[in-house]
């Protein structure tokens, strides 16, 4: 559809067309424009914006490496391996489900079928490399081993750090410490939510 | 008030220009807005100039030095006087109205813009003629008119006849304006000075063989410029132009030039009488004889033109009888009635397509009323019938015949006058009544633009009022002429005015009588005078084996013997040579840019080296 | 003193520049040499008291004309060597050393005869802008409003021969495409 | 030998000028990164130094020790040529400018201007017109379709507006009758209500558009318009070759603020109990400061619409301006 | 000491490399420089005679030369230009068509 039909296609009564005002044609009109335009002082609007803003002094700066902004409960950053509370064990129970859904094909993992005949995955890795964090791989989970975390800063030497389990599994000794977090589930609201739902302004 | 003058003077010329920029381009009305504007300016300022005057003023203006060579010294003057305000204010007026009128007459031509520059620069040559303050200025203007009248006749210059009478009456003019220049030369032998008040001044301590000689080549010129006989030919042709020209300027303004001359030179001639007197009587022989070939003429507009003729000739014999201030009224209130006359013409034309015999017309009041009265309007003017301006000019002319013993010039003035009543009725009454001839030649007759006739109106009331101004314009122009007295007696002059009057409501009666009746019979055209006057008395003809014939054949000889074969030969001999040096210096244009500019510097080595080793003293 | 290094450095770096302009084969370096040989001209104007005349060169020589050159240039590849066949360099070398030899002479006779004469001397204590302001707008009037005319018509010339559709704005662009 | 002190003294003074002009442009670009930011609610350089201050440092650093990069095809001499045009013509013109009122310093007394001649004005406007070979030979130089769209860019905006603001001054010139721009200062002596731009606001406008435009700032940048043409003429520049460009662009800002303020703001004569030096930093500052000010607030034109303003409304409105001095003069 | 001479010489010298260029180029541009270099050697000329006989007219006549340049540049550009877009080339040897 060229721009002359979307524009003329049948939409409902509410919407306002703003045609904005009709274009110059000849030089006369477009000096007439011009004078009109320098006279109305709309040239100096956005001059008295700026300074009043100047003036203000209301700096929404973060300096970044000192402050950071901290993350809501939705954030989907660098993922997390989980434990069971109980027993200290990995949640994973090695179904594949994460690696078939995954879109970019970066989860990879090994099972093999244990002593007592329970599957025990041998090897699990991400390759942040490729990540798209999409998600798909913590919706999916049975058991919510595999979440997201809140950590973003994933720069690395090399690329090897990039998909180790160790480093997204909770280390034993924060586990211990009873550091690790239940996650509340996909569409979880943090507990602030209700306050900024409410600051939101309803014409929005 | 030397604003005025320069105003008056030159806003004609800035017209001109100005419609000269459009000449090449399609029609626009705008150059006939400005040219008629500007004449109209030029006409206010001449009559705030006549005021002027009248209240004894006189404007004479040193415009700039023309020519300062040697003993010659020409400086370039106008004067405004009581004679020349007069010619101002009738030249402006007859052209701001013919302008006016042109604007409708000339609608659909598509040399419209080229008549409106035309006819604006006539106005500025016409000012120039009468406003100069010494001879050589009114030759300029002279010529100057000579030269818009031959392009306004041959204005439709694709047509062979137009350009053949634009040529015939540029000739004729510049023939008669040798005699004028020889003229010129001795009156600047005699006096070392053009100006009219120098010369003028010392004309009393002159030879009067010499001043004799001098009236006659100046009359000369004013008979080519003015058409008389045996220069006459050229103004019945000159009709060819369109109906405007022929109102402006040969009837109104450009062919009384002749009798402007005489007047201006008013001092000269009364010197000597003599000269005077052979003016006065070719014009009474001109007054009758243009007359009578005006009686039997089919041409509309030729009728008129030879109307024309015969009054310069009344003109012509007020100005040699010494009757200055009559001559110039009768020019003035000419002016009037004629071109009135001539533009009412114009308009039967327009009615009908072109058509000019008057065979063919008849029965157009019913279609064209108001034409048909300003036109007898203008006849009965020209007629000379009280109460209309025609009368009081024409009759003083008579009277003044007869005052100095000329019995002759009155008889034929007379017998004159008699022809004009006839032939101007048996025009109106073969136009505007008798049988609708037209209809059976399938012409559609219809009057033409209203503001066209509402221009003609000031004429129409000109024509009739204009006599009643005779003793205030008499009173006006003597203070500069020399008065005339009329010594008979107040019932003598009575008498002669009854006499004429009476005779020429007659003629015209008469005239209504028959023309209403159905005119003359088919017989009278096989009768010899019939034949005589159709022919213009042969001198056409005369013309042509006299003159033309011979010249003919002399130039061919000059063409084929002298030109041909000593000239030619001479010149392509020079051009062969010539050739032949191009040929072998072919080379050296190679057209190359860069051996162009080698050559080039040669040259400047070549120039600088002369420039240090050539001295003239070595 | 400084007069004479002044002038002798000048005439050093504009007779150089103006060598560079005539021998290399480069547009743009001839280019950029000409505009610097204008600059360094203007120098001998300052040190001819003519400090009017010589700003008048930067600002019109420097400033416009040979802007517009270079603006012409653009039209032009300019970065490319331009091959010239030259015949007859002898003939062209020995051209010009003798109309130079001419010329001086011709331009050193007034100066050996000391003939001529100052038709407007300068005035002691008038500026030099002052003078050459009463001369221009009295004596020499007209020429100097017939420069403007030829200026005017040169103008004129110069945007009527380069113009191609030079009325087009990209508004009437738009417009005659049909997206307005 | 006085002779020799002129030259030494004249020598010191342009060493000064030549420094304190190349520190305020450099100090310029500091102070335009903060208000830009401040405007935009942004910190602006925060890192290097208390407040950024080492801003300057590091940058002159990072300027001169990058690799001095000559791309393969240019012209080379004329590439390398064209920066130091750019800076140098606009130091150049600072020779004419007087700063500050005249001082003295143990009993010799100093004219803060380089060389007074008597054509000032006129010789500011002709090193400015050199100004515009840099940009020019950049883009003609470099071989880069971007860099000759700019050099082009460069020519029409400058020459156009070198009309606009010739004529724009011509006003005031008339009325003062000097060229010198110390006399067009003691015109104004004697406190706000004698300043020119009172007298002459329009030429005051004019002249402060073609100002900006002279100086490609923000409403008329096209030469170096990012979102067009990458970065105009110096699109192959890197380095200091590309950092002298940029101080001649801050020493033309300075400039066109000496002179606006010399010519339509009273100079540095004194105002009420403000010393004429202090006043004049004042004015400069403030008129530096509505440089960047502009800039931030406005968006750019387009070249159209640019030669449409400056051909058809600003250079007949200069005319008129010129004109209607005349008559009221005469 | 700088005398009149001197500049004169200078102006002679100046002119003959602008006769060199006319002479020697092929390229319409570079025709134009040539041009101008003569018309500046005449210049100094002009503001030297000027200077030592104190009279202005020298002056005035150097304005009148720099106004005809700049309306030179103005037509000869504009030709030049219009040359290019129909040829292609701006050599002179392409300029040959008004061979005798």
């Known amino acids: 559809m060229e721009l002359r039909g979307f524009k003329n296609r049948n939409v409902s009564p509410g919407y306002i067309f703003f045609e904005g005002e009709p274009k110059p044609l000849t030089s006369w009109e477009r000096f007439k424009r011009f004078s009109s335009r320098a006279v109305k002082g709309e040239l100096f609007v956005g001059l008295w914006i700026v300074l009043r803003e100047m003036i203000r002094f209301d700096i929404h700066t973060v300096q970044y490496p000192m402050e950071k902004l901290r993350m809501g409960p939705r954030y989907r950053a660098i993922h997390k391996l989980l434990r069971l509370f109980e027993s200290g064990h990995e949640r994973c129970i090695g179904c594949g489900l994460c690696e078939k859904i995954c879109i970019s094909n970066c989860i990879k993992m090994d099972t093999k079928v244990d002593e007592k005949s329970r599957k025990l995955v041998t090897q699990y890795s991400i390759n942040f490399g490729r990540c798209i964090f999409c998600g798909y791989c913590a919706e999916v989970c049975p058991e919510l081993a595999i979440v997201h975390g809140s950590s973003y800063e994933h720069a690395s030497e090399q690329r090897a750090s990039f998909g180790l389990k160790e480093d997204m599994l909770t280390p034993l000794d924060k586990f211990k410490a009873n550091k690790q977090k239940e996650f509340p589930g996909f569409g979880a609201l943090s507990k602030d939510a209700d306050k900024f739902v409410k600051k939101t302004p309803l014409a929005y | 008030m030397e604003k005025y003058l320069y105003v008056a003077l030159f806003a004609p010329l800035v017209g001109s220009l100005f419609s000269l920029l459009f000449t090449a381009q399609k029609k626009n009305v705008i150059t006939a807005l400005v040219t008629s504007g500007l004449l109209l300016l030029s006409f206010v300022s001449s009559l705030s100039l006549m005021y002027a005057v009248h209240s004894d003023m006189i404007i004479h203006v040193k415009m700039m030095d023309w020519i300062s060579a040697g003993n010659l010294n020409l400086p370039f003057g106008f004067v405004v006087d009581n004679v020349s305000v007069v010619m101002m204010v009738t030249v402006t007026l007859v052209s701001s109205i013919v302008n006016i009128y042109s604007m409708g007459y000339m609608m659909h031509d598509k040399g419209y813009n080229r008549f409106f520059t035309y006819i604006s620069a006539f106005v500025f040559s016409m000012l120039i003629l009468v406003m100069s303050d010494n001879f050589i200025g009114l030759f300029i203007g002279w010529e100057g008119v000579g030269l818009c009248s031959y392009l306004l006749i041959g204005f439709w210059y694709e047509k062979d006849t137009a350009s053949w009478a634009g040529n015939e009456a540029f000739i004729m003019n510049r023939v008669a304006d040798l005699g004028m220049l020889m003229g010129l030369f001795l009156i600047y032998w005699q006096f070392g000075s053009f100006e009219y008040d120098v010369v003028f001044a010392h004309i009393g301590g002159i030879n009067p063989a010499v001043v004799t000689t001098i009236g006659l080549l100046l009359f000369i010129g004013a008979m080519g410029k003015s058409a008389q006989f045996p220069f006459h030919t050229w103004l019945a042709d000159a009709m060819e132009g369109p109906t405007p020209v022929s109102a402006l300027i040969h009837a109104a303004t450009m062919v009384t030039a002749g009798v402007y001359l005489i007047i201006r030179a008013s001092a000269l001639f009364s010197l000597v009488p003599e000269v005077g007197h052979v003016i006065a009587t070719l014009g009474a022989f001109v007054a009758v004889f243009a007359a009578s070939m005006a009686l039997v003429n089919r041409d509309l507009k030729r009728i008129i033109a030879y109307s024309t003729l015969s009054q310069l000739g009344y003109m012509f014999v007020a100005a040699g009888l010494g009757a200055y201030w009559i001559a110039l009224f009768h020019l003035m209130t000419h002016a009037f009635f004629k071109s009135l006359l001539f533009l009412g013409a114009g308009n039967i034309m327009h009615a009908m397509d072109d058509e000019l015999d008057i065979k063919k017309m008849g029965g157009l009041f019913n279609a064209m009323p108001y034409t048909a009265i300003l036109m007898a309007v203008a006849s009965v003017a020209l007629c000379g019938i009280y109460p209309f301006a025609g009368y009081f000019s024409k009759d003083m002319i008579l009277a003044a015949a007869f005052n100095g013993g000329n019995y002759y010039i009155w008889a034929a003035l007379f017998i004159g006058a008699g022809m004009t009543a006839f032939y101007s009725f048996r025009l109106i009454m073969m136009v505007f009544f008798g049988d609708k001839v037209y209809k059976k030649l399938g012409f559609h007759p219809h009057e033409t633009y209203p503001f066209v006739l509402w221009t003609l109106l000031p004429l129409g009331i000109l024509s009739t009022i204009a006599g009643f101004f005779e003793h205030p314009f008499e009173e006006f122009t003597t203070r500069l002429l020399s008065k005339y007295d009329f010594s008979f007696s107040h019932t003598t002059e009575i008498g002669l005015i009854f006499l004429t009057l009476t005779f020429v409501i007659l003629v015209v009666l008469a005239t209504i009588y028959k023309y209403g009746r159905g005119g003359f019979s088919k017989q009278i055209e096989t009768m010899p005078l019939y034949i005589l006057l159709k022919n213009q008395y042969f001198i056409p003809k005369i013309y042509e084996t006299m003159i033309f014939r011979p010249y003919y054949v002399l130039s061919r000889f000059a063409w084929k013997q002298i030109d041909v074969r000593i000239i030619d030969f001479t010149v392509d001999l020079i051009a062969k040579i010539l050739y032949l040096l191009g040929q072998r210096s072919r080379k050296m244009q190679s057209g190359n840019l860069s051996d162009m500019l080698r050559w080039m510097v040669v040259g400047i080595v070549v120039l600088l080296a002369l420039a240090i080793f050539y001295r003239p003293g070595m | 003193m400084f007069e004479v290094i002044a002038f002798y450095m000048f005439s050093i770096l504009v007779i150089g520049m103006f060598l560079i302009v005539v021998f290399s084969k480069n547009a743009l370096y001839s280019m950029s040499a000409l505009a610097g040989g204008m600059i360094f001209i203007s120098g001998f104007f300052f040190l001819l008291d003519a400090d009017f005349l010589g700003v008048v060169q930067i600002i019109v020589y420097t400033g416009a004309i040979m802007a517009v050159y270079a603006f012409g240039m653009m039209f032009f590849d300019t970065t490319r060597d331009v091959k010239e066949n030259i015949r007859f360099k002898k003939i062209i070398y020995g051209l010009s050393i003798l109309s130079a030899i001419f010329l001086i002479f011709i331009l050193l006779a007034p100066v050996y005869s000391g003939k001529i004469e100052a038709l407007y001397p300068s005035i002691q204590g008038v500026g030099n802008i002052q003078m050459i302001g009463l001369i221009l707008f009295t004596k020499y009037l007209v020429p100097f409003e017939l420069a403007a005319i030829m200026l005017l018509a040169a103008m004129i010339s110069g945007i009527v021969l380069v113009k191609i559709k030079m009325e087009e704005t990209p508004t009437d662009i738009e417009v005659a495409r049909g997206e307005k | 030998m006085i002779e020799t002190a002129l030259i030494v003294e004249t020598v010191v003074k342009a060493v000064i000028a030549l420094a304190v002009v190349a520190g305020m442009g450099a100090f310029a670009t500091f102070i335009e990164r903060k208000i830009l930011a401040f405007m935009q609610r942004r910190l602006g350089p925060m890192h290097v130094g208390p407040y950024g201050l080492l801003q300057l440092a590091a940058d002159g650093i990072k300027l001169f020790t990058k690799e001095d990069i000559i791309p393969q095809n240019v012209v080379k001499p004329i590439f390398v040529i064209a920066p130091v045009i750019a800076s140098a013509s606009a130091f150049v013109a600072i020779a004419a400018v007087p700063y500050f009122p005249e001082f003295t310093v143990f009993g010799y007394t100093i004219h803060p201007i380089i060389s007074d001649i008597n054509v000032g004005l006129l010789f500011i406007m002709g090193a400015a017109s050199v100004g515009m070979y840099g940009p020019l030979l950049a883009g003609l130089s470099s071989h880069n379709k971007w860099s000759l769209l700019g050099g082009a860019r460069a020519v029409i905006q400058l020459l156009s507006f070198e009309v606009v603001s010739g004529l724009s001054i011509l006003a005031p010139i008339m009325m003062i009758g000097s060229l010198s721009l110390i006399d067009m200062n003691d015109y104004q002596i004697g406190g706000v209500a004698n300043w020119l731009i009172w007298k002459q606001p329009l030429a005051f406008v004019l002249f402060a558009i073609a100002g900006f435009a002279e100086t490609n700032r923000t409403p008329f940048d096209l030469i170096e318009f990012e979102a067009e043409i990458v970065s105009g003429y110096a699109t192959e520049y890197s380095g200091m070759r590309w950092g002298l460009f940029f101080i001649g662009e801050y020493a033309n800002m300075i400039t066109i603020s000496v002179l606006v303020s010399i010519i339509f703001l009273g100079g540095y004569n004194d105002i009420w109990f403000i010393p004429g030096a202090i006043a004049m930093l004042i004015k400069v500052s403030l008129w530096i400061f509505l440089f960047l000010w502009v800039r931030a607030a406005w968006p750019h034109v387009r070249p159209d619409q640019l030669m449409w303003v400056c051909w058809k409304v600003l250079m007949p409105l200069a005319l008129i301006n010129v004109l209607i001095t005349g008559i009221v003069l005469v | ?100």
Request: aromatic share 12%.
């Open chain 5, 1 to 100: 000491m700088i005398t009149l001479t001197h500049y004169l010489v200078l102006s002679g010298i100046l002119f003959s490399i602008g006769i060199v260029g006319v002479l020697r180029r092929k390229n319409l541009l570079m025709l134009f420089f040539s041009t101008e270099i003569l018309l500046n050697a005449v210049n100094i000329g002009f503001a030297a005679v000027s200077k030592y006989y104190g009279d202005l007219s020298g002056q005035i006549f150097s304005f009148f030369i720099i106004a005809i340049a700049a309306s030179e540049v103005a037509v000869g550009l504009g030709l030049l230009v219009l040359w290019y877009k129909r040829s292609g080339t701006i050599d002179l040897d392409s300029l040959q068509m008004m061979k005798g």
